[in-house]
């Protein structure tokens, strides 16, 4: 399977992230700025924002993600549903509900800027623990079971969220993984079941 949908968004997000690292006008157009919405109605910042990235290690980290693990939830959606448009659904909802908390806490910040595909990565990197808990993936060249990942993932996002300071949106982090837990849920409700018994029949590697 040549995996289009997961292809092309990295192809569309890298393309757009580059041409707005050497185009402020443009980054200053789709990055979320509450004040832009409200004043202005431009409601499709609340998506445009994760297609640009702050440097190339943020768009590079977030890509490399989107590729291993997107791939494998596009394989999946795609049989679950019979449909190619759910995947790409998925995603881009990922983004709005990842970053709706955020804007609705900071809706009056004029300070307030938000940009990057975190919550949306997030989003279909949890979908991936819920299927497959025990696969390794490699953290900084660390191999980790996905679900010991992800136990960490939530505990860190949580507690930074709370002391802040790093200019980070752990809180979009966070509504992108519960998300992706939700959506897969919704699609197969048996996937719970799969999961639970998968926790209590380790198998690295798969």
Do not use: C
């Amino acid at each position: 399977m040549n995996y289009p949908v997961t292809l092309f968004l990295i192809a569309v997000t890298v393309l757009v992230s580059w041409m707005a690292f050497n185009n402020r006008k443009l980054a200053d157009r789709l990055i979320l700025w509450p004040p832009a919405i409200d004043r202005h109605k431009q409601y499709d910042r609340l998506l445009t924002y994760g297609f640009i990235h702050a440097d190339f290690t943020h768009l590079l980290f977030n890509m490399v993600t989107l590729f291993f693990f997107g791939r494998a939830i596009e394989g999946l959606m795609l049989r679950l549903s019979g449909q190619w448009w759910v995947f790409p659904l998925f995603y881009l909802s990922a983004l709005l509900v990842s970053i709706l908390p955020s804007y609705l806490k900071n809706q009056k910040n004029p300070n307030y800027l938000s940009l990057g595909a975190s919550g949306a990565v997030s989003a279909v990197l949890f979908a991936f623990v819920l299927v497959s808990p025990w696969s390794l993936i490699f953290v900084f060249f660390i191999p980790a079971p996905a679900v010991l990942y992800a136990v960490f993932y939530v505990g860190y996002s949580i507690w930074m969220d709370k002391k802040g300071g790093d200019n980070v949106n752990h809180s979009a982090h966070l509504a992108g993984a519960a998300y992706g837990v939700m959506f897969m849920l919704l699609m197969s409700p048996d996937l719970l079941q799969h999961f639970l018994q998968a926790l209590m029949n380790p198998s690295f590697g798969r």
